[in-house]
């Protein structure tokens, strides 16, 4: 089923507040903290939100099913083999992605529809 607008904003400031969480428990007193270590600290944090925020919208644009694709090499139509996970590399770094895997029974070819 697909999340509202309002469930993927509430993910989100969970993720983001679970980020900040773990940013404060590693950052040490203000009198003992450079400006370098606020930088990587807030950089960390940063890229974690950011990779989270990526994990939760592209596990939604996975839930918009489409029509069954028609396979590259012979056209003919694939059947649905279920989903599979995979990892990704993203701008943001590693997600974990579901993705429908479709299988033709004519050529034998399997094919993870670019989505």
Do not use: N
Request: glycine letters at 6%; aromatic letters at 4%.
């Amino acid at each position: 089923m697909l999340e509202s607008h309002e469930e993927l904003e509430a993910q989100l400031l969970v993720d983001a507040q679970s980020a900040i969480r773990a940013m404060l428990a590693k950052k040490k007193p203000a009198e003992a903290i450079t400006l370098s270590e606020i930088e990587q600290l807030v950089g960390e944090m940063g890229q974690r939100i950011e990779q989270k925020a990526t994990q939760v919208l592209a596990k939604q644009a996975q839930q918009v099913k489409g029509a069954r694709p028609t396979c590259p090499t012979c056209g003919a139509l694939m059947r649905d083999k279920g989903s599979r996970r995979k990892q990704v590399v993203t701008l943001c770094g590693e997600i974990e992605i579901e993705r429908v895997y479709y299988y033709c029974l004519t050529c034998q070819r399997g094919l993870f529809p670019p989505r």
